[in-house]
């Protein structure tokens, strides 16, 4: 009777619950190790990465607003500086034109706001195989998700900068400096990323002598 017992003891503890958990603790936390290693190392490749490909795209939009501002206003030279001459047909100053200038300005700075809001998070994301370093299975394997989170101040300013061009002439270009400042949404984290771009707005080629009068422009035509 009491051996009986004692095999029906111990037949209990082997077929009980505690064995059968501590395999799967065990196998739970060295999952949970080598997420957490594998997270220390991947986190900033994928950072990096991810804030450079957001980076090129958001300046190809930017450029791209830019040009389509560009193509819907048919702004040209002439509307942002006017060019006075005298009686003799001498450029005497180049004044800008304010109201135009500022128009265009507001115009690109929404054109960014949205064009920075509509990226797909297709084009966002990063594929693992990116993140190994591995030219060959740069663009293999699934995206780690990134999108935009939100996008906050969006400027706009104006540069101007004269070079010559040949005798007795003088190449003056217009640029529009754009600076946006964006919340990017990684896994686990919001990454702050700053955008600069520079893109030309109008140019010329003037012909005689410029008049010293042109640097109270002040290297912006919209004051």
Known sequence: ??????????????????????????????????????????????????????????????????????????????????????DAGRITSLTGNTAAASRFRRQVTEAVIEAIRGLDEKDLGVPLGNLTGQLLLSGVGPSVRVRVWSVGSVTAEYANSFTAAGVNQTHHQIDLVVDAAVDLFLPGEVLPVKIHSTVCVAETVIVGETPDTYLELNQSPAG
Do not use: W
């Open 1 to 86: 009777m009491l051996l009986e017992l004692r095999r029906r003891l111990a037949r209990l503890n082997c077929d009980g619950p505690l064995p059968v958990l501590l395999p799967i603790a065990a196998a739970l936390l060295l999952a949970g190790l080598v997420i957490h290693l594998v997270n220390g190392q991947l986190r900033p490749i994928l950072e990096t990465v991810a804030v450079s490909q957001a980076t090129n795209l958001m300046t190809r939009a930017i450029d791209a607003a830019v040009d389509n501002c560009l193509t819907e206003s048919g702004m040209g030279y002439d509307d942002f500086v006017s060019v006075v001459k005298d």
